[in-house]
């Protein structure tokens, strides 16, 4: 933790193993570990620590996870899933990923199915980035993308789980790689930059419409450009 009055450094509290992402809004703190998504939580009040493994299998981590203003976190949850008649080899069997969300007290609240979060096809999963983008809106809620450029909406609840709606691909064409999203008006309109191939496009997405619209971007002299984000 940083002091900027005091340009001082506090040190927080360590893990075993490397932390990829951090996130909080408010009170705690979350941070992810890996391998097989390992969650710690800081008290920012007490100082204490918890943790909890949520599951990631094939050398898969996410890029990023979020948490709402309730202090809940959203974890995608990637296991396969062993096929009747399979000898138990990844290819075989089912891959499947949720989006499991833990309460304050690291207590898993609900879980969410995200499809196009990984390619069914390609098992690989060290490659794959997990959530690569998210923005918090004004009504609270937050978007995310995946890898593949498959958007969702959390809309959090007070009392019971959040909702997690299914909002179609970020560009028009269907999969991409957008490493980082923005909220443009803070309510209706997200911003990134997609990576097909070796083609950039500005992309807009209307949360009202579900449709977005995209503007090609050059870059003659950068082949494989990526433009990563952050939340700031």
């Not at 900027?4 to 506090?10: A, D, L």
């Not at 974890?75 to 304050?104: C, I, Q, W």
């Not at 007070?158 to 490493?179: D, K, M, N």
Request: net charge neutral; with cysteine; proline share 5%.
């Amino acid at each position: 933790r940083y002091h900027p009055n005091e340009e001082k450094w506090e040190h927080l509290f360590s893990a075993p193993e490397g932390l990829i992402a951090v996130c909080g809004v408010g009170r705690w703190i979350y941070a992810l570990g890996y391998w097989d998504h390992v969650v710690y939580q800081y008290d920012t009040l007490t100082g204490k620590t918890r943790t909890q493994t949520v599951e990631s299998e094939g050398g898969h981590v996410s890029r990023n996870i979020v948490a709402d203003e309730n202090g809940h976190v959203y974890v995608p949850r990637v296991k396969y899933v062993r096929l009747p008649g399979s000898k138990g080899a990844d290819e075989e069997n089912l891959l499947v990923t949720m989006l499991v969300e833990f309460d304050e007290t690291l207590t898993e609240v609900s879980s969410t199915p995200l499809i196009h979060y990984a390619d069914p096809k390609r098992r690989n999963l060290r490659n794959n980035h997990g959530i690569v983008g998210f923005s918090y809106l004004a009504d609270h809620s937050i978007v995310i993308i995946t890898h593949l450029g498959f958007l969702y909406r959390i809309i959090p609840k007070i009392s019971g789980p959040a909702v997690v709606e299914e909002l179609g691909w970020f560009h028009p064409q269907g999969r991409s790689y957008s490493a980082a999203i923005f909220p443009l008006d803070g309510h209706y309109k997200i911003l990134g930059i997609s990576r097909r191939g070796n083609r950039h496009d500005l992309v807009m997405y209307d949360l009202t419409t579900k449709q977005s619209n995209i503007v090609p971007v050059e870059t003659p002299q950068v082949r494989h450009l990526l433009l990563y984000g952050s939340n700031t």
